[in-house]
């Protein structure tokens, strides 16, 4: 199960913002990128020592998150993410189109590395990379900056060994999915998804904008020619500042026309 087990620097008490609605801001955005999967959610008590607040605070954020719909509780077995808050994956672009705009966001940004390295696997992570949790992976993660402003905050994750392929991983400045392709990676295809969210204070802080301010999610799950994952990426962008677009062509297929990204 995916436990929060130690404190954690998500709220802020000296914010505007309530405690109660910190907790549940951070809880929403892990429901939203799936982090609980089929576990329960963690408990109360074990809430109030990750976030160091009190069972009250824990038990007004659960109530919200119950009445929006997010969180059901089922007796004698715990809380679990309601099935109609589950990520759902838009219609998938063109890969053409994908690279393009990745390399196009390199190139009109700056990136500001955070941390990064090899690290174990955590449970979400390894499940997304098809290895066991534990297992050594390579980090990153990054702010994206354009004249010096703040527009993205991202984290990506690679196999170890995919890792050991790309040169400069440790100081480059490129997308990391340009750098697989650098690296002579076959990348085949990328499941991604691009959802509505908004600033916890962890990420409010790092984007420099207000604590519940909107922001674009983006995820991305990129697979080799074996069908192998490569690369799990999640991106926060805030919502003032970026702009995904495709342009859709009409075309013919059998008895029917559909809409289709360009390539």
Known sequence: MNRMTKPIA????????????????????????????DSPVPTEVELCTAFG???????????????????VRQRGRGTFVAQSSQPVLPQRDSLEDLLRNVKAIGAATEMERI??????????????????????????????RNNGAPI???????????????????????????QLLNAGVNVARADQAITGTIADPTVANALGVDVG??????????FDNRNRPVEWLTALYRADR???????????????????AAS
């Open 10 to 37: 998500a709220v802020d008490e000296n914010l505007a913002v309530p405690l109660y609605h910190q907790v549940y801001l951070v809880l929403r955005e892990n429901i939203r990128n799936g982090s609980y999967g």
């Open 53 to 71: 607040v009190s069972r009250i605070t824990v038990k007004r954020a659960m109530h919200e998150l119950a009445k929006e719909g997010l969180i």
């Open 115 to 144: 941390d990064g390295g090899f690290i174990p696997a955590s449970n979400d992570v390894a499940a997304k990379l098809a290895c066991e949790p534990g297992a050594q992976i390579f980090a990153i993660n990054q702010i994206r």
């Open 152 to 178: 993205a905050l991202i984290r990506a994750y690679v196999p170890a060994d995919v890792a050991e392929r790309l040169e400069n991983r440790d100081t480059s400045t490129q997308p990391m999915l340009a």
């Open 213 to 222: 301010a909107p922001l674009i999610r983006l995820t991305r799950l990129v």
């Open 242 to 260: 970026y702009e995904y677009r495709t342009t859709l062509t009409r075309e013919t297929v059998g008895s029917h026309t559909e809409w289709r």
